[in-house]
């Protein structure tokens, strides 16, 4: 991959969906003013402060393409405001946390960045459409067809995970949870479609593992949000009030050992990752200077005070009276944590997947040396047990995941009946011929698990030897749908079992 191909196909994107050409340039100056931000260093000046190291050569650009001076951007990041009973106190910053306020401040900008793209993107492509009657007008835009891409990252298992390993592997456990329901409502409506008895049927659900995570007061989630707010709250403070709250949770691992590293396991869908409770409540807090946002408003470049005021507006849900008395309390922006953010977020993309007819698609990469002809089985098995196929497999294989239409059911297991069944449809119809054959092969099915018992020396009870009869279908595995033949996963194994050996022995007696 060129670079500079990229560019040109990120430029002539930009151009595609009506991108401003001077919108585009100051774009490009914030991303690479936000660049040569992340290059800058700090001095120590005097007892407890510091200031921003003149002689670093990432500092001219960034004063450039940001459009501010040198003072507005020390002021910025070290020193900060504190406004009491009317008075304000300003309050130096050390090296650390000079250097903390910076990479708050690059994220927090990239990520409004990123946002005001999408919102130009969302701006570009929305429908707009005119009628001279309003009702028409209406009644078709609550009707327009819409059609969104939803690229999911895959499950994440590293030596180390931390918090954005949690964050990553609880909306996969989300998205997973609504793929089952998904393909059990789609089984539900192809059972009913054909008259299927499916009640019986008990779909894998993963919410005691959201619960473990999302839920209120003993979530893991929840008990970092809680350690955020107190006074004097650290991460082994954190660890323990989940060893203590998340013990019993079956779904929930902490040993010895990890205890004493501040460790924890969660047991999701795709298999047990254990978590480092490090910097847990540092990422979860996210905190931004409120010097920072008025730092971006006296830019001179258009986009950066616009990303200013869109920091400014607080995500949580709380009055503006209480928002103004958190501003003052403290010298960042009272903006909500990043776990309730990111909650909030995918609980909103849950609700809108609900009101859509979802079509999934895995993608897989052979190898991770990107060269042709080389199959790698170790990582497609990973692959395909993080991307969630093997458990999709398995919800699958809960009910019926065998299926035939009564032609094809006829094709391939007439040879299994003594009846002469090709002829008769005919004259009967496929789906009685369909009837007949099912019959005699529940039988075949049930002897030959019977058989089996008996090899493995189980010996039936009568209520059992009765649930077994030819005449319970749905014990046997099999059932007659209208326009279909339904086979559980073991007497679809033993159909093909006796199937294969009749033709073995055909093939002997031609021989």
Same mark, same amino acid.
């Given at each position: 991959?060129?670079?500079?191909? %990229?560019?040109?196909? /990120?430029?002539?994107?930009?151009?595609?969906?009506? $991108?401003? !050409?001077?919108?585009?340039?100051?774009?490009?100056?914030?991303?690479?003013?936000?660049?040569?931000?992340?290059?800058?260093?700090?001095?120590?000046?005097?007892?407890?402060?510091?200031?921003?190291?003149?002689?670093? !050569?990432?500092?001219?650009?960034?004063?450039? /393409?940001?459009?501010?001076?040198?003072?507005?951007?020390?002021?910025?990041?070290?020193?900060? %405001?504190?406004?009491?009973?009317?008075?304000?106190?300003?309050?130096?910053?050390?090296?650390?946390?000079? %250097?903390?306020?910076?990479?708050?401040?690059?994220?927090?900008?990239?990520?409004?960045?990123?946002?005001?793209?999408?919102?130009? @993107?969302?701006?570009?492509?929305?429908?707009?459409? =005119?009628?001279?009657?309003?009702?028409?007008?209406?009644?078709?835009?609550?009707?327009?067809? @819409?059609?969104? *891409? /939803?690229?999911?990252?895959?499950?994440?298992?590293?030596?180390?995970?931390?918090?954005? &390993? *949690?964050?990553?592997? +609880?909306?996969?456990?989300?998205?997973?949870?609504?793929?089952?329901?998904?393909?059990?409502?789609?089984?539900?409506?192809? +059972?009913?479609?054909?008259?299927?008895?499916?009640?019986?049927?008990?779909?894998?659900?993963?919410?005691?593992?959201?619960?473990?995570?999302?839920?209120?007061?003993?979530?893991?989630?929840?008990?970092?949000?809680? #350690?955020?707010?107190?006074?004097?709250?650290?991460?082994?403070?954190?660890?323990?009030?989940?060893?203590?709250?998340?013990?019993?949770? !079956?779904?929930?691992?902490?040993?010895?050992?990890?205890?004493?590293?501040?460790?924890?396991?969660?047991?999701? +869908?795709?298999?047990?990752?254990?978590?480092?409770?490090?910097? $847990?409540?540092?990422?979860?807090?996210?905190?931004?200077?409120?010097?920072?946002?008025?730092?971006?408003?006296?830019?001179?470049?258009?986009?950066?005070?616009?990303?200013?005021?869109?920091? =400014?507006?607080?995500?949580?849900?709380? !009055?503006?009276?209480? #928002?103004?008395?958190?501003?003052?309390?403290?010298?960042?922006?009272?903006?909500?944590?990043?776990?309730? #953010? $990111? %909650?909030?977020?995918?609980?909103?993309?849950?609700?809108?997947?609900?009101?859509?007819?979802?079509?999934?698609?895995?993608?897989?990469?052979?190898?991770?040396?990107?060269?042709?002809?080389?199959?790698?089985?170790?990582?497609?098995?990973?692959?395909?047990?993080?991307?969630?196929?093997?458990?999709?497999?398995? @919800?699958?294989?809960?009910?019926?995941?065998?299926?035939?239409?009564?032609?094809?059911?006829?094709?391939? +297991?007439?040879?299994?009946?003594? &009846?002469?069944?090709?002829? &008769?449809?005919?004259?009967?119809?496929?789906?009685?011929?369909?009837?007949?054959?099912?019959?005699?092969?529940?039988?075949?099915?049930?002897?030959? #698990?019977?058989?089996?018992?008996?090899?493995?020396?189980?010996?039936?009870?009568?209520?059992?030897?009765?649930?077994?009869?030819?005449?319970?279908?749905?014990?046997?595995?099999?059932?007659?749908?209208?326009?279909?033949?339904?086979?559980?996963?073991?007497?679809?194994?033993? *159909?093909?079992?006796?199937?294969?050996?009749?033709?073995?022995?055909?093939?002997?007696?031609?021989?």
């Amino acid at each position: 991959v060129k670079d500079l191909d %990229t560019w040109c196909d /990120l430029r002539k994107a930009m151009n595609t969906l009506g $991108f401003d !050409p001077i919108a585009q340039k100051d774009i490009m100056k914030v991303t690479c003013a936000l660049l040569h931000a992340s290059n800058l260093s700090f001095l120590e000046k005097g007892c407890e402060a510091s200031e921003v190291d003149c002689s670093n !050569p990432s500092l001219p650009p960034t004063l450039s /393409l940001m459009g501010v001076s040198s003072q507005i951007l020390n002021k910025a990041l070290c020193t900060s %405001t504190i406004e009491a009973r009317g008075e304000k106190l300003i309050k130096n910053k050390t090296v650390q946390q000079a %250097t903390k306020a910076l990479e708050a401040l690059i994220k927090a900008t990239y990520g409004a960045l990123f946002k005001y793209i999408v919102g130009l @993107v969302n701006e570009s492509i929305t429908v707009k459409q =005119s009628y001279e009657d309003d009702d028409v007008a209406n009644w078709r835009g609550n009707r327009l067809a @819409v059609i969104g *891409l /939803l690229d999911i990252f895959g499950f994440e298992r590293f030596a180390v995970n931390s918090f954005e &390993q *949690l964050c990553i592997n +609880y909306c996969n456990e989300t998205l997973q949870q609504q793929f089952n329901r998904f393909v059990f409502k789609m089984e539900q409506r192809e +059972y009913e479609r054909e008259g299927i008895e499916w009640a019986f049927i008990t779909f894998p659900d993963n919410q005691d593992v959201l619960d473990l995570i999302e839920k209120k007061h003993t979530g893991i989630l929840s008990i970092l949000d809680e #350690q955020c707010r107190l006074a004097k709250c650290t991460d082994h403070s954190f660890a323990s009030a989940t060893y203590e709250k998340c013990s019993e949770h !079956p779904h929930f691992d902490s040993t010895h050992s990890q205890k004493v590293n501040g460790q924890f396991s969660v047991m999701h +869908y795709a298999g047990e990752v254990e978590y480092d409770s490090a910097s $847990f409540l540092e990422k979860n807090k996210d905190e931004l200077p409120k010097e920072s946002t008025d730092f971006l408003m006296s830019s001179s470049n258009p986009i950066l005070p616009i990303l200013g005021r869109m920091l =400014s507006e607080m995500s949580c849900d709380t !009055p503006p009276k209480q #928002q103004q008395q958190q501003r003052n309390k403290s010298s960042s922006l009272s903006r909500g944590t990043v776990g309730s #953010q $990111f %909650t909030s977020q995918l609980r909103q993309l849950r609700e809108r997947i609900e009101l859509t007819s979802p079509h999934y698609v895995r993608c897989l990469k052979p190898n991770d040396e990107l060269v042709p002809d080389k199959f790698d089985h170790f990582s497609i098995s990973n692959q395909l047990r993080c991307a969630g196929v093997l458990e999709a497999v398995r @919800v699958s294989r809960v009910g019926y995941p065998q299926r035939y239409v009564h032609s094809m059911f006829i094709q391939r +297991y007439r040879v299994l009946s003594k &009846q002469q069944l090709l002829r &008769q449809t005919k004259w009967r119809g496929e789906k009685d011929v369909c009837h007949s054959l099912v019959n005699d092969l529940a039988s075949m099915i049930m002897e030959s #698990q019977s058989l089996g018992d008996v090899e493995k020396n189980v010996t039936d009870t009568p209520s059992k030897i009765k649930q077994r009869s030819p005449d319970n279908l749905i014990a046997v595995g099999i059932q007659l749908g209208k326009t279909k033949v339904f086979l559980r996963r073991h007497a679809f194994e033993t *159909l093909e079992d006796l199937r294969t050996r009749k033709f073995a022995l055909a093939s002997t007696m031609i021989q």
